[in-house]
Every structure is written in structure tokens, then in C-alpha cells.
């Protein structure tokens, strides 16, 4: 028996294909204007399953298989559904999900095995399995149930029937659709596209802003879906900013009143919106998922079976007319689906990956290029798969520290001490102060050894901790000591004795501030070390999670205005008291998005919603979580005022300084495409040891940047 990394084109006799309507073929035959026709599903012009006619008409990967073997068995021709006569073993589902692969699977082991023509032991067998673009559209409306991690582990259960019943199988794993990039057709102004049908297709992709949170989150969730390697045809994901880039350039031709029932996550959300950047997010989780899966080895156990993962969707470049527009000839008439057009190129760039040794895979797909259609050569004669390509799939390191790689070069103070807070240097900061509350505490940051309350690890807390150094612990204050080791002001370790001149108490509100500040201004008085007059002092401020978790409880909470005003007191204190002073007020981060849908041990009704009351709340009221959004975008929005406020501007001593990393906050993925938990402290509200690290990297790159 020839082993897969032998396998070359002709020895192929059986083709199949799972996935979708993009492998059904919804579309590749309507005529222009035609909406309704999507609905027909031309399965014999699909690019990996159709077998319409011959190569010289039509060209699909079973054509270009049939040169090498006339006796190809499985290809799909005409129209109809999974169940027609003519699909023949091209049993995708016009709107399945990755959680439908695995009866996908079982019907289409169960149509060879009961195939007469088909030697079920001995026939090599090519299986292209391409899905995703509908757990994306349906993302944002429920993120458990389509995580990357979920739709992984459906893909993997996929495979498992494969891997477990079918002998002889190379699988085709493409990657994920890239179909952030459809937004530019459906933002396409002079293409005629039903919008509408496209939003509720695919809202996810369609409704975020450009340059939102949401599309960032979006594509970067779509990146996990992605990856290069498998066989059994696995093909990468397509970016949800294809389909947004093509739907939402095209208002006038493409139904935008339709686009929230076909794709309402991906189409509807607003340009620079938290909604597209999640979704950004979760593309690219998507990606990285699959990636993972094809390379952990779990379907390199065998001789005659083999999952590659190609790749050329893993970027795509849209084809334009000579006049700059998008060139529709290559959609079907919903702007979403791929004409007989797209589905020619898809196939050539698939057959071009599959002989393309892996590591040196082509990752994107130009749709106006002229892709060749290569043939095997004496010297590579095979379907190129890890074996024999040589190839190892690389293994993602463990983070052991988040400081070690902190690489600046330049760590002089200035020549004098500075007299202008425009020209302070980092090496010129004497003192560090924090005040807030329990995130400032850093309550949790460490897992508790008891059963007592949690424990407040002011030595690790990102803006004023001060526990060893930068390489074991990564803090604001531990990246200021390589510019200066004399620092003051830093916390260290869990008492109350050491906490420096941490000012932040557990539970406080905006309320608390002025008070805090006279705290500290007495602290800073009294220290024998610190000269109040000379000595730069570095203060770090950051409210108002509580005050957002807990507004709901009373109709007389207090509202932004006053959130600020209780700010602006304590300032007002700092420019009264303090002289060469510097500082940063953090905004308020965006608590819905980064407590939503954790899972795990975090899932409701435990950890940061028993923390939160009106998170809580929310979860079981859209309404009210509306309203918790609304609050919480209230309080970045005043504070990010707080700089140009002219009474901060008149001493050159003196500045405040908003830094606004907050202002999107995107939950934290692992490589699974799931809530990485790591990041969270035991009550799965406060942040870990790890959470307090980044949030000190993000606060040291505000400091730093324009």
C-alpha cells in the first residue's frame, strides 16, 4: 500500500467536500439581480465538490482531478440539495454550522461505505472541508455556544469520524473565509446588494464601525478559526472583513435592509465600534484554533489518512474594475455568496496549494490574478503533505514573564532636573503614588491559600507594586526602576504597613477620591525621603468600576457628571498641594465586554457578576445591559475631557493626562479561541497576577506614546 506522502493526483478515485452554502454552490449560477436564485444551490459548479461538464467549461478542483483520472467517483453535478440525486458525496448544507460537521460526516462515510462503485478499502479518497462563515454571523448573539474553542472541537469530532471509519483519506482542511473583507462589497456605494438579507445573514461581520473594538476583536477571532496545515482539504477561514469590505461598499447594489437576517454580527456593527473589533478578535481565535488542532498530531497516527490545513484564504484581495470599483461579476446577486467566477479561482488556488509543500503554502488569494493551473512534476509528483514536505508543525511557547522583554536602550534622567513636566523623562520620576480601589489593591492577584477572604497583593499591583524586579514581576513602578532604582512610593508585599503610598481602599467609589488624595498629599508631607518641592511625582488614578457596578441599585446614584466632579476634586487638591506632578487618570474600562460569556468556572451566575450587580442584571435583561453600556461609555466620555480642562493647563509643573487604554477592553483569548481565565483572579472580577501585568504594559505604552 502507497502511504499518503505518496499519494500523487492520479491516484485519486473517490472526491468529497463538507462545509456550507459556499460548497453548496448557493448563487455560482444566478444572473445578475437575481436575489431569489441564491437560494438555488449549483452543486456542480462548487469549486471542491462540482463536477459540471469538463475542465475547458468549467473549473473546479473534481475537474481538474478528472485529467488524471476520467473514473473520478463523488463529484456533484446540477442543482439541488445535500439529499438530490446529483450532490453525490458533496454533502454540504446550505447554513450549517460547525457544530453540524460531525452528521455531515457520518452521512458522507455512510454514502461511500453503500456506494458499489466505490472500494471503500482501497480507493484513495480527497475530502475538502471548508466551514465557518455562519458561526461567525452568529457570533455576537451567542459567543459560548460559537467560541473558537466550540468550533475547534466540532471540526475536530468531524474529523474523528474520519479519521476512525475512512481508509485511504486525504482531507482537505481549508482556512477559514476571511470575510471581514466582504464589508468593503457591502460599504461598495455602487453595487446594487440586499443589505438587509446580508445584516441578518452575517450581523457580526456587517454591523461593527471600522476600526471598532468589535472588528478587532472580530478579526482577531477570526485569525484562531484560520491556520495552515491538514488533509483532508481543511481550508482556512475567510475574514469577515472580506464580506463587510465588499457589503457595505456596495449600498446601492447590495440589500443592506436584508443584511441583518443573513449576517447581522458581522455587517451591522459600526465602523470603530467594540462590536467589530470583538468580532476582529474572534476571527482571528478562530484561526488560531484550527491551526492547533491540525498540528497537535492527533491525525498523524496513521499511514493512508492525512488532514492539511491550505491556506490561500488566509488573506484576500478583492478584484477592482480599471475605474477603482469592485468588480460584482465575481458575487452572486446577495453580495455575500461567490459567482461561477469566484468559485474557478477558489479551485485553482486550492489545487495550487495542495502542491505546494507546507511552510511554503500561498496564504493569499488574489481574485484578479491569472492563477496558473501548475501540474505535478518527475520531481514532486505528490499531494504535498507534512511528510513529505519535511515540515514540523512549530509549537507556541509557554510565557513565563511578561518584563523580560523590555528593550529599551536609552535610560538616562535629564542632564538637570527638569522644571517643565513637557520635558520629564522617565528617569526623572522621584515617586510613585496609586490611589482607587480593589484593582489597585490588587485583590486576588495571587490565588488564595485559605479560605478567608481574598488578599490584597499591593506588591503586585500594576501601578504601584514594587515586589522584586521587572523580570519577575511586571509593574509600573518596576519598569520606572530602570531608569531610576531610587524610586519612592511603591507598594510591596500584603500589609498595610508596606503599602507605600498606595492610597486605594477595597469597595471605594468616585466618592472616596478627595479624600484618598488628602491621604496621600499628608503621606508625601510626612515621608522623611520625599522633597515635596523638588522631587517629581508620578500619581496614578483609576475609579469608577464600582460605581458602574452598583448604579442600578439605587435610582439616586450618582451620574457621570458627578463621577467626574468627585475626580476633579481630588485634582484640585494634587494642583493646590502638589508641585511637579504628573498625573495619569485611567478610564473606566468597558466592564460588559470583558466579563461576558468568560465560561468555565467563571460562567454565570458566579465570580464577576455576584462582584457587580448591575452586570448581573444585565445578563438576564438586554435592556438593562444597554443601559450598563450606555453609563459605562458616560464615564470614558468624561473623563477623557479631564486633560484639556484649562485650570489643569496654567503651571508648567502640573499635568493631567487621561490614558485611555481601557477605553476598548477586549477579553483576553487563549490559543483555543476560549476566555483565557489566566488572566483573572479566583472571583473571575479582579485581575491576576498576569491581568495586572498587561494592564502595567498598556499604562507604560499610553505614557509613552503621542
Not at 452568529?138 to 468531524?158: E, H, L, W
Not at 443592506?256 to 468580532?279: F, I, K, M
Request: hydrophobic share 35%; net charge negative; aromatic share 8%.
Amino acid at each position: 500500500m502507497e502511504p499518503f506522502h505518496r499519494l500523487k493526483p492520479a491516484d485519486i478515485k473517490v472526491i468529497g467536500a463538507l462545509g456550507d452554502s459556499l460548497t453548496a454552490g448557493n448563487g455560482a449560477g444566478s444572473k445578475p439581480g437575481d436575489i431569489l436564485d441564491v437560494l438555488t444551490q449549483y452543486r456542480g459548479l462548487s469549486w471542491s465538490g462540482g463536477g459540471d461538464h469538463n475542465l475547458s467549461s468549467v473549473t473546479t478542483l473534481p475537474n481538474i482531478l478528472r485529467e488524471f483520472n476520467p473514473s473520478l467517483r463523488g463529484f456533484s453535478v446540477g442543482t439541488g440539495k445535500e439529499n438530490s440525486p446529483g450532490a453525490f458525496l458533496n454533502q454540504a448544507v446550505a447554513g450549517d454550522r460547525a457544530e453540524d460537521l460531525p452528521v455531515q460526516a457520518r452521512r458522507l462515510v455512510d454514502l461511500m461505505k453503500n456506494d458499489t462503485k466505490i472500494n471503500f478499502q482501497e480507493d484513495w479518497k480527497i475530502i475538502t472541508l471548508f466551514i465557518g462563515g455562519n458561526d461567525l454571523c452568529d457570533f455576537c448573539s451567542d459567543p459560548v455556544r460559537y467560541s473558537p474553542q466550540n468550533f475547534t472541537d466540532n471540526i475536530g469530532k468531524a474529523l474523528d469520524i474520519l479519521h476512525a471509519e475512512v481508509p485511504r483519506a486525504f482531507v482537505n482542511l481549508v482556512k477559514v473565509l476571511e470575510i471581514i473583507n466582504l464589508r468593503e462589497l457591502y460599504q461598495e456605494k455602487e453595487v446594487s446588494c440586499p443589505r438587509l438579507i446580508l445584516r441578518n445573514l452575517c450581523p457580526c461581520v456587517l454591523k461593527p464601525d471600522d476600526n471598532s473594538t468589535e472588528l478587532a476583536s472580530l478579526i482577531e477571532v477570526n485569525k484562531q478559526y484560520q491556520v495552515p496545515r491538514a488533509l483532508v482539504n481543511l481550508v482556512d477561514f475567510l475574514s469577515p472583513s472580506v464580506l463587510r469590505q465588499v457589503f457595505l461598499g456596495n449600498p446601492d447594489r447590495c440589500p443592506v435592509q436584508q443584511a441583518s437576517v443573513l449576517c447581522n454580527c458581522v455587517l451591522t456593527p459600526r465602523e470603530s465600534s467594540q462590536e467589530l473589533a470583538r468580532l476582529e478578535a474572534i476571527t482571528q481565535a478562530y484561526q488560531s484554533s484550527m491551526r492547533e488542532l491540525v498540528g497537535s498530531g492527533r491525525y498523524d497516527t496513521r499511514e493512508d489518512f492525512s488532514v492539511v490545513l491550505q491556506p490561500f484564504f488566509h488573506k484576500v484581495r478583492l478584484p477592482l474594475l480599471a475605474d477603482g470599483r469592485l468588480d460584482m461579476s465575481f458575487f452572486a446577486p446577495d453580495c455575500l455568496h461567490p459567482s461561477q467566477k469566484f468559485h474557478s479561482q477558489l479551485s485553482r488556488a486550492l489545487w495550487v496549494n495542495m502542491l505546494e509543500p507546507l511552510g511554503r503554502k500561498t496564504e493569499t488569494l488574489d481574485l484578479a490574478a491569472n492563477i496558473a493551473l501548475f501540474c505535478p512534476t518527475q520531481n514532486e509528483p505528490f499531494l504535498r503533505t507534512p511528510r513529505n514536505s519535511n515540515y514540523t508543525y512549530p509549537t507556541k511557547p509557554d510565557i513565563e514573564n511578561w518584563g523580560s522583554d523590555f528593550l529599551c536602550t536609552e535610560w538616562n534622567p535629564s542632564n538637570g532636573v527638569p522644571t517643565s513636566v513637557h520635558e520629564l523623562r522617565p528617569g526623572d520620576i522621584k515617586v510613585v503614588a496609586a490611589m482607587g480601589d480593589s484593582l489597585t489593591t490588587a485583590l486576588g492577584a495571587q490565588p488564595s491559600n485559605s479560605s478567608n477572604l481574598p488578599t490584597s497583593w499591593r506588591g503586585l499591583s500594576w501601578s504601584i507594586g514594587g515586589d522584586g524586579i521587572l523580570d519577575t514581576h511586571t509593574t509600573l513602578p518596576n519598569i520606572l526602576k530602570k531608569f531610576n532604582p531610587h524610586i519612592l512610593g511603591f507598594s510591596t508585599g500584603t500589609q498595610e504597613e508596606t503599602a507605600g503610598l498606595n492610597v486605594a481602599v477595597e469597595g471605594a467609589r468616585a466618592w472616596d477620591m478627595p479624600t484618598q488624595a488628602r491621604d496621600l498629599v499628608e503621606r508625601m508631607k510626612n515621608h522623611p525621603e520625599i522633597n515635596l518641592e523638588s522631587d517629581w511625582k508620578l500619581i496614578t488614578l483609576f475609579i469608577g468600576s464600582n460605581d458602574i457596578c452598583h448604579y442600578c441599585e439605587n435610582p439616586e446614584a450618582p451620574s457621570a457628571g458627578e463621577y467626574i466632579q468627585h475626580i476633579q476634586q481630588a485634582l484640585d487638591i494634587f494642583y493646590e498641594e502638589l508641585p511637579r506632578a504628573f498625573i495619569n487618570v485611567v478610564g473606566v474600562m468597558e466592564l460588559a465586554g470583558l466579563h461576558q460569556g468568560q465560561g468555565g468556572k467563571c460562567d454565570p451566575p458566579l465570580a464577576a457578576q455576584s462582584n457587580c450587580t448591575c452586570l448581573r442584571r444585565s445578563q438576564e435583561n438586554p435592556l438593562e445591559l444597554q443601559e450598563l453600556k450606555q453609563v459605562n461609555w458616560n464615564f470614558q466620555s468624561g473623563i477623557s475631557r479631564l486633560s484639556y480642562k484649562p485650570q489643569y493647563l496654567q503651571r508648567e509643573d502640573f499635568a493631567v493626562v487621561v490614558q485611555p487604554f481601557f477605553q476598548n477592553t477586549l477579553v483576553p483569548l487563549n490559543s483555543r479561541g476560549s476566555v483565557d481565565l489566566t488572566f483573572f483572579s479566583e472571583d473571575c472580577f479582579h485581575f491576576s497576577e498576569r491581568g495586572h501585568a498587561e494592564m502595567a504594559i498598556a499604562l507604560w505604552n499610553n505614557m509613552v506614546s503621542a
